[in-house]
């Protein structure tokens, strides 16, 4: 068919159709221009993010493209999202997207072990995680941020990034692991973990085994490090007495058929953890500054809260950042604008339908954040670094699924309750004690979309200088505390109270809050005991589901339901 004389929107359109498989008629468009073997992989290696983003623009809601011969279906918008994050484990697999972390977290741990087992391990870092530990970390991150900052001086300059990825590891391992195993943490033991981030890459989500120097260093490492904490771990059975740490849990965590973790399974999940709590939150923690940095009038806002909350040099409180709904709406559209996961894997283990359309089994399925979270019809204006848009009365995020940093549903990140704790308390300290410039020029910070992980580009320089602590009393304090009347419910109304199995983590946030409702049932998962609560229950009921971290609680009105 002739279409040199056919206008080029018509001709991409006619492309899409004749690209489509003639064997299966609900198959998703598939985007032209795929090259033999190599498929769009040069386009998609050069710039993932705007490869992605013609592919929406060109396919829709799903999408079909190919790399290095490997089906892919892209899946973006709220509706998509939740398709793809609701379905069960046995049609859209987790385990089988994932298998690049096989070598660095090892084998028949996390995303390689069995279902079963993978949700024994996933229960054992949950205790690290819920809402009680996570109380006692403010003061940790507090401690090691000012051990980082001690010796900055009045003023000088800084790579931001840099310094944002040594502090990440200190406040996670810290939090996370121990104070024993943070103080261990040696130049060698963070070259080994180098060594196994930056085998996390776009090649290796199709072929993680290639005989190349980065996937081989990362495997002479993994087996140091085994050697290394498997010392650390047999430090501490010897002990009589065992500090009250994260490593003592995974020391004393059992699956349910009695048997204890290995070595190989410790370095495993603390590399799991480590990850998840490092490399994302330094990427986001250093657009939070850059972004605040240049725009004067954001950052006077989140001072001004600050100043309402903790005074001028008042302890950063577990409590006192639940407060401060500016700075988390003002990190919710650092995540918007910077995920730093620009997409999500799973594989079809069964044909998936959607939209019309019927994914075969074998091929990969991904959901976006960095699309998603520019649709103009979910996100006003969804270029505009707007915080605002989150606040009552606009919520752009209240549709289920339109806002997926941290993922969705039942595999949602485990850690986002400890990433936003750890970014609140982070920017919350710097802006107190600093204030930055930007010496790259405006247009000289970016991301980075060249890794697995993204993050500003580097060098990402910034100059700094120490702020005057009495500097915030002066601020203008009206509107400096955004009180959310949405989390005030109505004691008029009888409501009816269940949790979404599709959700709920276990993060125990509900228990702390409102233990004559909830409670924590023996599969680690949130549990109604008071389906119909009495009014006087409200105000702690209206905190267990303002900060669910999964948004898990359900709530009704009794009338309605009649």
Known sequence: ?????????????????????????????????????????????????????????????????????????????????????????????????????????????????????????????????????????????????????????????????????????????????????????TSRFAELYGHLEKAVNPIAYVYPYLPIPTFRRRDAARVELVEMIGGMVDKRRGLAEKPDDGLTTLLDARYEDGGR??????????????????HTSAGTAAWAILELSRRPELLRRVRAEQQAIFGADGEISYQGLRRARFLRDVLKEVLRLHPPLIFLFRKALKDFEYGGYTIEAGKFVCASPAISHRLSDVFTQPEVFDPDRYAPGREEDKRPFAWISFGGGKHKCTGNAFGMLQLS?????????????????????????????????????????????????????????????????????????????????????????????????????????????DSALYPALSRAYEFCPNHAIVLSLLEEEE
């Open 1 to 185: 068919m002739q279409l040199s004389n056919v206008p080029s929107r018509v001709k991409r359109r006619v492309e899409r159709v004749l690209a489509r498989p003639t064997h299966h008629p609900k198959a998703p468009p598939r985007l032209p221009g795929a090259m033999p073997v190599i498929g769009h992989m040069i386009e998609f290696g050069k710039h993932p993010f705007e490869f992605l983003k013609h592919a929406r623009a060109e396919g829709g809601e799903v999408v079909e493209f190919n790399l290095l011969g490997q089906d892919v279906v892209l899946m973006t918008g709220p509706a998509a999202n939740e398709a793809f994050f609701r379905a069960p484990d046995d049609v859209l697999d987790r385990r089988e997207a994932y298998r690049l972390m096989t070598p660095i977290f090892g084998e028949g741990v996390v995303f390689d072990a069995p279902g079963t087992k993978l949700n024994q391990q996933m229960r054992m870092v949950m205790q690290l995680l819920r809402d009680e530990p996570m109380r006692t970390y403010p003061p940790v991150i507090e401690s090691e941020v000012d051990a980082m900052i001690a010796g900055w001086g009045d003023s000088g300059e800084i790579d931001l990034l840099d310094f944002m990825k040594e502090l990440t590891i200190y406040t996670s391992t810290h939090c996370l692991v121990g104070p024993e195993f943070r103080r261990d943490m």
């Open 261 to 278: 973790l290995t070595p190989h399974e410790i370095t495993g999940m603390l590399t799991a953890m480590m990850m998840a709590g490092h």
């Open 425 to 533: 308390t982070i920017v919350a300290l710097m802006l107190r004690h600093f204030d930055f410039e930007l010496i790259q020029g405006e247009h000289g910070y970016r991301d980075d979309y060249t890794k697995a992980t993204v993050q500003p580009a580097e060098p990402c320089r910034v100059r700094y200088a120490r702020r005057d602590p009495l500097a915030d009393q002066r601020l203008p304090a009206e509107d400096a505390l955004r009180e959310d009347e949405s989390s005030v419910l109505d004691a008029s109304v009888k409501l009816r109270v269940r949790i979404d199995r599709g959700l709920c983590q276990g993060h125990a946030v509900c228990l702390s809050e409102s233990p004559e409702i909830f409670r924590i049932a023996e599969d680690g998962e949130g549990e109604v005991v008071l389906a119909e609560p």
